[in-house]
Protein backbone atom coordinates (compact mmCIF):
# COMPACT_ATOMS: atom_id res chain seq x y z
CA UNK A 1 0.00 0.00 0.00
CA UNK A 2 1.35 3.47 -0.61
CA UNK A 3 1.83 5.79 1.45
CA UNK A 4 -1.58 7.39 1.21
CA UNK A 5 -3.29 4.11 2.15
CA UNK A 6 -4.64 3.13 -1.07
CA UNK A 7 -4.46 -0.11 -2.27
CA UNK A 8 -1.71 -0.52 -4.88
CA UNK A 9 -3.45 -1.97 -8.45
CA UNK A 10 -2.61 -5.58 -8.67
CA UNK A 11 -0.42 -5.03 -11.85
CA UNK A 12 2.19 -3.06 -9.71
CA UNK A 13 2.03 -5.45 -6.61
CA UNK A 14 3.10 -7.77 -9.10
CA UNK A 15 5.97 -5.99 -10.86
CA UNK A 16 7.01 -5.05 -7.44
CA UNK A 17 7.13 -8.42 -5.94
CA UNK A 18 9.83 -10.60 -5.07
CA UNK A 19 11.61 -13.14 -7.87
CA UNK A 20 11.98 -15.58 -5.52
CA UNK A 21 8.44 -17.37 -3.76
CA UNK A 22 8.10 -16.69 -0.49
CA UNK A 23 7.66 -20.19 0.61
CA UNK A 24 11.07 -20.94 -1.01
CA UNK A 25 12.30 -17.88 1.43
CA UNK A 26 10.59 -19.41 4.13
CA UNK A 27 11.66 -22.77 3.35
CA UNK A 28 15.19 -22.39 3.34
CA UNK A 29 15.35 -20.23 7.14
CA UNK A 30 12.62 -22.93 8.57
CA UNK A 31 15.62 -25.97 6.92
CA UNK A 32 18.49 -24.41 8.12
CA UNK A 33 17.44 -23.26 11.60
CA UNK A 34 15.97 -27.30 11.70
CA UNK A 35 18.96 -29.15 10.57
CA UNK A 36 20.97 -27.76 13.53
CA UNK A 37 22.24 -31.53 13.71
CA UNK A 38 24.21 -30.41 10.98
CA UNK A 39 26.95 -28.56 13.82
CA UNK A 40 28.13 -32.35 14.66
CA UNK A 41 29.04 -32.72 10.48
CA UNK A 42 30.71 -29.72 9.71
CA UNK A 43 30.14 -27.19 13.01
CA UNK A 44 32.17 -23.67 11.36
CA UNK A 45 30.33 -23.83 8.09
CA UNK A 46 27.06 -24.88 9.39
CA UNK A 47 26.63 -22.14 12.26
CA UNK A 48 28.46 -19.42 9.54
CA UNK A 49 25.38 -20.28 7.22
CA UNK A 50 23.27 -20.29 10.62
CA UNK A 51 24.79 -16.93 11.15
CA UNK A 52 24.38 -15.30 7.61
CA UNK A 53 20.79 -16.52 7.48
CA UNK A 54 19.60 -14.92 10.68
CA UNK A 55 21.50 -11.89 10.03
CA UNK A 56 19.73 -11.34 6.73
CA UNK A 57 16.11 -12.40 8.33
CA UNK A 58 16.87 -9.46 11.29
CA UNK A 59 18.07 -7.02 8.38
CA UNK A 60 14.94 -8.21 6.13
CA UNK A 61 12.71 -7.54 8.73
CA UNK A 62 14.02 -4.33 10.15
CA UNK A 63 13.70 -3.02 6.22
CA UNK A 64 10.54 -4.66 6.18
CA UNK A 65 7.68 -2.38 4.14
CA UNK A 66 4.76 -4.50 5.07
CA UNK A 67 4.39 -2.73 8.49
CA UNK A 68 1.11 -4.18 8.82
CA UNK A 69 2.30 -7.61 8.94
CA UNK A 70 4.41 -6.92 12.21
CA UNK A 71 0.95 -5.79 14.11
CA UNK A 72 0.46 -8.25 17.58
CA UNK A 73 4.27 -9.48 17.24
CA UNK A 74 5.32 -8.02 20.18
CA UNK A 75 4.97 -10.94 22.44
CA UNK A 76 7.24 -13.09 20.05
CA UNK A 77 9.59 -9.66 21.01
CA UNK A 78 8.96 -10.30 24.38
CA UNK A 79 10.15 -13.60 24.88
CA UNK A 80 13.13 -13.08 22.87
CA UNK A 81 13.85 -10.23 25.42
CA UNK A 82 13.13 -12.12 28.06
CA UNK A 83 15.59 -14.85 26.89
CA UNK A 84 18.05 -11.45 26.89
CA UNK A 85 17.66 -10.28 29.71
CA UNK A 86 18.91 -13.99 31.50
CA UNK A 87 22.15 -12.96 29.88
CA UNK A 88 23.62 -10.78 33.03
CA UNK A 89 22.09 -12.82 35.71
CA UNK A 90 23.82 -16.27 34.16
CA UNK A 91 26.85 -14.34 34.20
CA UNK A 92 26.49 -13.91 37.81
CA UNK A 93 26.42 -17.70 38.33
CA UNK A 94 27.66 -19.56 35.19
CA UNK A 95 30.66 -19.24 33.17
CA UNK A 96 31.01 -17.16 29.88
CA UNK A 97 30.86 -20.61 27.64
CA UNK A 98 28.32 -21.58 29.62
CA UNK A 99 25.94 -18.23 29.51
CA UNK A 100 27.01 -18.44 25.56
CA UNK A 101 25.42 -21.60 24.47
CA UNK A 102 22.70 -21.25 26.91
CA UNK A 103 21.56 -18.03 25.44
CA UNK A 104 22.15 -19.41 21.91
CA UNK A 105 20.26 -22.33 22.37
CA UNK A 106 17.22 -20.42 23.49
CA UNK A 107 16.59 -18.03 20.67
CA UNK A 108 18.46 -20.41 17.76
CA UNK A 109 14.33 -21.00 16.18
CA UNK A 110 13.17 -17.79 16.67
CA UNK A 111 14.34 -16.77 12.89
CA UNK A 112 11.48 -18.91 12.91
CA UNK A 113 8.77 -16.37 13.72
CA UNK A 114 10.67 -13.82 11.99
CA UNK A 115 10.30 -15.70 8.92
CA UNK A 116 6.71 -16.64 9.35
CA UNK A 117 5.64 -12.74 9.61
CA UNK A 118 7.89 -11.62 6.56
CA UNK A 119 6.65 -14.33 4.09
CA UNK A 120 2.87 -15.21 4.94
CA UNK A 121 1.00 -12.87 3.58
CA UNK A 122 -2.11 -14.67 2.68
CA UNK A 123 -4.03 -17.79 3.26
CA UNK A 124 -2.28 -19.46 0.69
CA UNK A 125 0.94 -18.43 2.34
CA UNK A 126 0.25 -19.92 5.29
CA UNK A 127 -0.76 -23.31 3.97
CA UNK A 128 2.28 -23.60 2.04
CA UNK A 129 4.09 -22.85 4.82
CA UNK A 130 2.52 -25.41 7.12
CA UNK A 131 3.37 -27.80 4.39
CA UNK A 132 6.64 -27.17 4.55
CA UNK A 133 6.84 -27.94 8.20
CA UNK A 134 5.07 -31.34 7.37
CA UNK A 135 7.63 -32.10 4.43
CA UNK A 136 10.16 -31.72 7.00
CA UNK A 137 8.93 -33.58 9.53
CA UNK A 138 8.20 -36.43 7.35
CA UNK A 139 11.69 -36.41 6.25
CA UNK A 140 13.02 -36.22 9.73
CA UNK A 141 10.69 -39.12 10.88
CA UNK A 142 12.37 -41.34 8.14
CA UNK A 143 15.31 -41.16 9.27
CA UNK A 144 14.44 -43.48 12.31
CA UNK A 145 13.24 -46.60 10.31
CA UNK A 146 16.68 -45.82 8.10
CA UNK A 147 18.48 -46.56 10.71
CA UNK A 148 17.29 -50.04 10.97
CA UNK A 149 18.97 -50.77 7.69
CA UNK A 150 22.00 -48.92 8.44
CA UNK A 151 22.66 -48.51 12.13
CA UNK A 152 23.01 -45.54 14.46
CA UNK A 153 23.88 -42.50 12.43
CA UNK A 154 26.99 -40.52 13.67
CA UNK A 155 26.17 -37.29 13.78
CA UNK A 156 23.08 -37.96 15.44
CA UNK A 157 22.08 -37.17 18.91
CA UNK A 158 23.48 -40.53 20.85
CA UNK A 159 21.01 -43.88 20.88
CA UNK A 160 19.50 -45.29 23.80
CA UNK A 161 17.76 -48.47 24.57
CA UNK A 162 14.18 -49.95 25.49
CA UNK A 163 13.38 -53.26 25.99
CA UNK A 164 16.03 -54.41 24.56
CA UNK A 165 15.83 -52.70 21.50
CA UNK A 166 17.93 -49.78 20.01
CA UNK A 167 16.07 -46.32 20.59
CA UNK A 168 17.84 -43.96 17.72
CA UNK A 169 17.69 -40.14 17.28
CA UNK A 170 16.26 -38.45 14.56
CA UNK A 171 17.12 -35.51 11.55
CA UNK A 172 15.04 -33.10 13.81
CA UNK A 173 17.09 -34.23 16.81
CA UNK A 174 16.78 -36.28 20.21
CA UNK A 175 14.02 -38.25 20.07
CA UNK A 176 11.87 -36.98 22.73
CA UNK A 177 12.28 -33.72 20.76
CA UNK A 178 10.87 -35.62 17.37
CA UNK A 179 8.16 -37.21 19.87
CA UNK A 180 6.72 -33.58 20.99
CA UNK A 181 6.95 -32.29 17.65
CA UNK A 182 4.82 -35.34 15.51
CA UNK A 183 1.78 -34.35 17.39
CA UNK A 184 1.49 -30.93 16.83
CA UNK A 185 2.38 -31.64 13.07
CA UNK A 186 -0.40 -34.33 12.43
CA UNK A 187 -2.79 -32.19 14.11
CA UNK A 188 -1.78 -29.33 11.81
CA UNK A 189 -1.44 -31.63 8.42
CA UNK A 190 -5.37 -30.21 7.10
CA UNK A 191 -3.82 -26.92 6.73
CA UNK A 192 -1.43 -28.00 4.49
CA UNK A 193 -1.51 -28.82 0.92
CA UNK A 194 -4.53 -31.61 -0.32
CA UNK A 195 -2.63 -34.65 -0.07
CA UNK A 196 0.86 -33.98 0.61
CA UNK A 197 -0.54 -33.44 4.03
CA UNK A 198 -2.50 -36.94 4.68
CA UNK A 199 0.55 -38.52 3.47
CA UNK A 200 3.15 -36.57 5.66
CA UNK A 201 0.90 -37.36 8.66
CA UNK A 202 0.57 -41.21 8.13
CA UNK A 203 4.63 -41.30 8.04
CA UNK A 204 5.33 -39.21 10.75
CA UNK A 205 2.80 -41.16 12.82
CA UNK A 206 4.14 -44.51 12.05
CA UNK A 207 7.85 -43.89 12.55
CA UNK A 208 6.74 -42.03 15.93
CA UNK A 209 4.89 -45.40 16.81
CA UNK A 210 7.53 -47.68 16.09
CA UNK A 211 10.25 -44.93 18.14
CA UNK A 212 10.43 -46.68 20.99
CA UNK A 213 9.23 -42.90 21.96
CA UNK A 214 6.39 -42.74 24.57
CA UNK A 215 6.41 -39.07 23.67
CA UNK A 216 6.18 -40.12 20.22
CA UNK A 217 2.98 -42.31 21.28
CA UNK A 218 1.32 -40.09 23.28
CA UNK A 219 1.41 -37.58 21.08
CA UNK A 220 0.03 -39.74 18.22
CA UNK A 221 -3.06 -41.09 20.62
CA UNK A 222 -3.88 -36.93 21.49
CA UNK A 223 -3.74 -35.95 17.94
CA UNK A 224 -6.04 -38.35 16.53
CA UNK A 225 -8.60 -37.54 19.85
CA UNK A 226 -7.91 -33.75 18.73
CA UNK A 227 -8.64 -34.45 14.95
CA UNK A 228 -11.73 -36.67 15.67
CA UNK A 229 -13.13 -33.79 17.86
CA UNK A 230 -12.77 -31.25 15.68
CA UNK A 231 -13.87 -33.05 12.46
CA UNK A 232 -16.36 -35.21 14.52
CA UNK A 233 -19.37 -33.95 12.55
CA UNK A 234 -17.93 -35.01 9.34
CA UNK A 235 -15.68 -38.46 10.88
CA UNK A 236 -17.23 -40.96 9.03
CA UNK A 237 -16.09 -39.35 5.10
CA UNK A 238 -13.12 -38.22 6.97
CA UNK A 239 -12.54 -41.89 8.14
CA UNK A 240 -12.94 -42.69 4.21
CA UNK A 241 -10.68 -40.74 3.12
CA UNK A 242 -8.19 -41.29 5.44
CA UNK A 243 -8.50 -45.02 5.48
CA UNK A 244 -6.75 -46.29 2.10
CA UNK A 245 -3.15 -44.43 3.45
CA UNK A 246 -3.83 -45.69 7.12
CA UNK A 247 -4.29 -49.28 6.27
CA UNK A 248 -1.48 -49.18 3.90
CA UNK A 249 0.86 -47.97 6.35
CA UNK A 250 -0.49 -50.20 9.02
CA UNK A 251 0.06 -53.03 6.60
CA UNK A 252 3.79 -52.15 6.48
CA UNK A 253 4.17 -51.76 10.11
CA UNK A 254 3.12 -55.19 10.79
CA UNK A 255 4.69 -56.65 8.09
CA UNK A 256 7.95 -55.52 9.02
CA UNK A 257 9.01 -57.88 11.99
CA UNK A 258 11.39 -55.10 13.49
CA UNK A 259 8.56 -52.32 13.42
CA UNK A 260 6.19 -54.28 14.48
CA UNK A 261 8.36 -55.20 17.65
CA UNK A 262 8.86 -51.70 18.61
CA UNK A 263 5.61 -50.84 18.21
CA UNK A 264 4.93 -53.70 21.00
CA UNK A 265 7.61 -52.66 23.28
CA UNK A 266 6.76 -48.94 23.26
CA UNK A 267 2.91 -49.95 23.79
CA UNK A 268 3.98 -52.13 26.49
CA UNK A 269 5.39 -49.13 28.47
CA UNK A 270 2.13 -48.15 28.70
CA UNK A 271 0.58 -51.19 29.57
CA UNK A 272 -1.37 -51.66 27.00
CA UNK A 273 -0.01 -54.55 25.44
CA UNK A 274 1.73 -57.73 27.26
CA UNK A 275 4.59 -59.73 25.75
CA UNK A 276 6.30 -62.39 26.90
CA UNK A 277 9.37 -61.71 24.81
CA UNK A 278 9.67 -58.35 25.49
CA UNK A 279 11.27 -57.57 29.05
CA UNK A 280 10.40 -53.76 30.03
CA UNK A 281 12.49 -52.13 32.87
CA UNK A 282 10.28 -48.29 32.41
CA UNK A 283 8.67 -46.99 35.65
CA UNK A 284 5.07 -47.34 35.68
CA UNK A 285 3.44 -44.45 33.34
CA UNK A 286 2.04 -42.75 36.35
CA UNK A 287 4.86 -42.89 38.48
CA UNK A 288 6.83 -41.14 35.71
CA UNK A 289 3.87 -38.78 35.36
CA UNK A 290 3.94 -37.74 39.31
CA UNK A 291 7.46 -37.88 39.06
CA UNK A 292 7.79 -34.66 36.44
CA UNK A 293 5.37 -32.74 38.10
CA UNK A 294 6.80 -33.15 41.15
CA UNK A 295 9.56 -34.59 42.46
CA UNK A 296 12.06 -33.42 39.74
CA UNK A 297 10.39 -29.81 39.38
CA UNK A 298 10.91 -29.33 43.19
CA UNK A 299 14.71 -31.01 43.00
CA UNK A 300 15.74 -28.34 40.24
CA UNK A 301 13.87 -25.58 42.50
CA UNK A 302 15.67 -26.60 45.70
CA UNK A 303 18.83 -25.65 43.91
CA UNK A 304 18.06 -22.07 43.77
CA UNK A 305 19.30 -22.29 47.52
CA UNK A 306 22.41 -23.45 46.80
CA UNK A 307 23.16 -20.13 45.40
CA UNK A 308 22.74 -18.43 48.97
CA UNK A 309 21.16 -15.22 47.75
CA UNK A 310 17.05 -14.65 48.34
CA UNK A 311 17.40 -12.75 44.60
CA UNK A 312 17.77 -16.12 42.83
CA UNK A 313 14.23 -16.83 43.83
CA UNK A 314 13.17 -13.61 42.24
CA UNK A 315 15.43 -13.08 39.03
CA UNK A 316 16.56 -16.69 38.51
CA UNK A 317 19.82 -18.80 38.70
CA UNK A 318 20.59 -18.17 34.95
CA UNK A 319 20.95 -20.54 31.92
CA UNK A 320 22.85 -23.19 34.40
CA UNK A 321 19.43 -24.05 35.74
CA UNK A 322 18.53 -25.74 32.80
CA UNK A 323 20.81 -28.56 32.91
CA UNK A 324 22.46 -30.15 29.82
CA UNK A 325 19.59 -29.60 27.51
CA UNK A 326 20.88 -25.71 27.81
CA UNK A 327 24.01 -25.69 28.84
CA UNK A 328 27.34 -27.76 28.56
CA UNK A 329 27.45 -30.48 31.05
CA UNK A 330 30.62 -28.38 33.43
CA UNK A 331 27.85 -25.07 33.57
CA UNK A 332 25.33 -27.57 35.25
CA UNK A 333 23.65 -25.92 38.08
CA UNK A 334 20.51 -28.19 38.78
CA UNK A 335 19.02 -31.60 38.22
CA UNK A 336 17.05 -31.23 34.64
CA UNK A 337 13.35 -30.62 35.80
CA UNK A 338 11.71 -32.53 32.91
CA UNK A 339 9.15 -29.61 33.06
CA UNK A 340 9.22 -26.67 30.85
CA UNK A 341 6.98 -24.48 33.13
CA UNK A 342 9.06 -25.30 36.46
CA UNK A 343 12.47 -24.73 34.35
CA UNK A 344 10.90 -20.89 33.18
CA UNK A 345 11.07 -20.37 36.53
CA UNK A 346 14.31 -21.14 38.20
CA UNK A 347 15.95 -19.62 34.82
CA UNK A 348 14.19 -16.60 35.00
CA UNK A 349 12.74 -16.02 38.34
CA UNK A 350 9.47 -15.74 39.41
CA UNK A 351 9.56 -12.23 37.95
CA UNK A 352 10.54 -13.04 33.89
CA UNK A 353 9.64 -16.76 34.16
CA UNK A 354 6.43 -15.87 35.50
CA UNK A 355 5.66 -13.36 32.98
CA UNK A 356 6.74 -16.00 29.70
CA UNK A 357 3.96 -18.50 31.65
CA UNK A 358 1.46 -15.84 31.53
CA UNK A 359 2.51 -15.33 28.30
CA UNK A 360 2.00 -18.34 26.89
CA UNK A 361 -0.88 -18.93 28.52
CA UNK A 362 -2.15 -15.77 26.84
CA UNK A 363 -1.53 -17.19 23.39
CA UNK A 364 -4.05 -19.69 24.08
CA UNK A 365 -6.67 -17.76 25.08
CA UNK A 366 -6.21 -15.31 22.74
CA UNK A 367 -6.20 -18.35 20.29
CA UNK A 368 -9.48 -19.30 21.81
CA UNK A 369 -10.61 -15.71 21.71
CA UNK A 370 -10.50 -14.87 17.72
CA UNK A 371 -11.40 -18.27 16.67
CA UNK A 372 -14.55 -18.06 18.45
CA UNK A 373 -15.10 -14.45 16.89
CA UNK A 374 -13.75 -15.28 13.76
CA UNK A 375 -17.12 -15.43 11.14
CA UNK A 376 -15.61 -16.74 7.80
CA UNK A 377 -15.10 -20.96 8.93
CA UNK A 378 -12.39 -21.35 6.87
CA UNK A 379 -10.42 -18.92 8.83
CA UNK A 380 -12.04 -20.55 12.13
CA UNK A 381 -10.53 -23.46 11.45
CA UNK A 382 -6.80 -22.46 10.96
CA UNK A 383 -7.54 -20.92 14.75
CA UNK A 384 -8.87 -24.07 15.91
CA UNK A 385 -6.18 -26.58 14.43
CA UNK A 386 -3.66 -24.49 15.82
CA UNK A 387 -5.60 -24.22 19.17
CA UNK A 388 -4.90 -28.64 19.00
CA UNK A 389 -1.41 -28.10 17.93
CA UNK A 390 -0.23 -25.24 20.88
CA UNK A 391 -2.27 -27.46 23.35
CA UNK A 392 -0.51 -30.63 22.59
CA UNK A 393 2.79 -28.09 23.15
CA UNK A 394 1.75 -27.24 26.03
CA UNK A 395 0.69 -30.29 27.33
CA UNK A 396 3.92 -31.62 26.41
CA UNK A 397 6.10 -28.85 28.17
CA UNK A 398 4.53 -30.60 31.44
CA UNK A 399 6.46 -33.75 31.12
CA UNK A 400 9.88 -33.01 29.21
CA UNK A 401 11.71 -28.86 29.15
CA UNK A 402 13.09 -27.93 25.96
CA UNK A 403 10.13 -27.68 24.51
CA UNK A 404 10.91 -23.66 23.78
CA UNK A 405 14.13 -23.84 22.37
CA UNK A 406 14.66 -27.26 20.60
CA UNK A 407 13.76 -26.17 16.81
CA UNK A 408 11.87 -28.63 16.53
CA UNK A 409 9.12 -28.38 18.83
CA UNK A 410 10.36 -24.70 19.16
CA UNK A 411 8.87 -23.94 15.89
CA UNK A 412 5.36 -25.07 16.95
CA UNK A 413 5.47 -22.31 19.64
CA UNK A 414 6.36 -19.44 17.13
CA UNK A 415 3.48 -20.97 14.63
CA UNK A 416 1.26 -20.37 17.50
CA UNK A 417 2.65 -17.13 18.22
CA UNK A 418 2.24 -16.42 14.95
CA UNK A 419 -1.24 -17.42 14.39
CA UNK A 420 -2.41 -15.84 17.05
CA UNK A 421 -1.19 -12.64 17.24
CA UNK A 422 0.01 -11.39 13.99
CA UNK A 423 -1.84 -13.32 11.04
CA UNK A 424 -5.63 -11.59 12.61
CA UNK A 425 -4.43 -8.45 11.76
CA UNK A 426 -2.73 -9.60 8.66
CA UNK A 427 -6.18 -11.20 7.59
CA UNK A 428 -8.02 -8.31 8.26
CA UNK A 429 -5.95 -6.47 6.67
CA UNK A 430 -5.89 -8.29 3.46
CA UNK A 431 -9.43 -8.83 3.43
CA UNK A 432 -9.58 -4.74 3.72
CA UNK A 433 -6.80 -4.27 1.04
CA UNK A 434 -9.44 -6.33 -1.38
CA UNK A 435 -12.32 -4.53 -0.90
CA UNK A 436 -10.52 -1.69 -1.14
CA UNK A 437 -9.06 -2.79 -4.60
CA UNK A 438 -12.42 -4.38 -5.52
CA UNK A 439 -13.98 -0.81 -5.23
CA UNK A 440 -10.80 1.37 -6.82
CA UNK A 441 -12.17 -1.37 -9.59
CA UNK A 442 -15.57 -0.77 -9.74
CA UNK A 443 -14.85 3.53 -9.90
CA UNK A 444 -12.18 3.07 -12.35
CA UNK A 445 -15.04 0.73 -14.79
CA UNK A 446 -17.89 3.71 -14.11
CA UNK A 447 -15.00 6.54 -14.98
CA UNK A 448 -14.24 4.88 -18.15
CA UNK A 449 -16.43 6.40 -21.38
CA UNK A 450 -16.84 2.90 -22.77
CA UNK A 451 -18.33 1.56 -19.66
CA UNK A 452 -20.78 4.27 -19.19
CA UNK A 453 -22.24 4.03 -22.43
CA UNK A 454 -23.16 0.42 -21.78
CA UNK A 455 -24.47 1.44 -18.72
CA UNK A 456 -26.96 3.80 -20.44
CA UNK A 457 -28.08 1.19 -22.83
CA UNK A 458 -29.22 -1.50 -20.45
CA UNK A 459 -30.42 1.86 -18.21
CA UNK A 460 -32.91 2.26 -21.18
CA UNK A 461 -33.85 -1.42 -21.75
CA UNK A 462 -35.57 -1.20 -18.46
CA UNK A 463 -36.84 2.55 -19.13
CA UNK A 464 -34.34 4.00 -15.98
CA UNK A 465 -33.11 7.09 -15.76
CA UNK A 466 -29.42 7.16 -17.32
CA UNK A 467 -26.46 7.41 -14.79
Sequence with gaps: MSGQGYAVPPSTEQEAAPRIPRVVLFAGIYIVVNLHLLRNVAGPVYLAVYAAVASLVVVAAVTSGRRHNWRGSSWGFTWAAICTLGLPISLAYTDFSGVTSGYVRLVFAFPVFLAL????????????????????????????????????????????????????????????????????????????????????????????????????????????????????????????????????????????????????????????????????????????????????????????????TPFAYLLGGGYGMGGTALVPRESVLAPMAHNQFAELITVFGFILGGAAILGMLATFGRLWKVARNTPCPEQRRVYQLTIAAYSIFLANSLFANGTLYQPFSASIFYFALFVAWCYPHLATTTQVERRTSARASDLRSNSNPQSRGSARRIAGRFGQAEP
Design 117 to 308: ILFTSTQDDLRRNVTVMLLFGAIASLSLPLQLVTGPIGWFASSSERAGLDRYASLAGSLTSFGIGAGALIVLAPLATRRVGTVCALVIAVSAATSLSKAGMANILLSIIALAWLYRRKLPSKILKVAPFAMAAAYVAADIEGLRDRFIATASSFGLVSDPAIVNYDVPVDQSVGERLTALPAANFAALGDLH
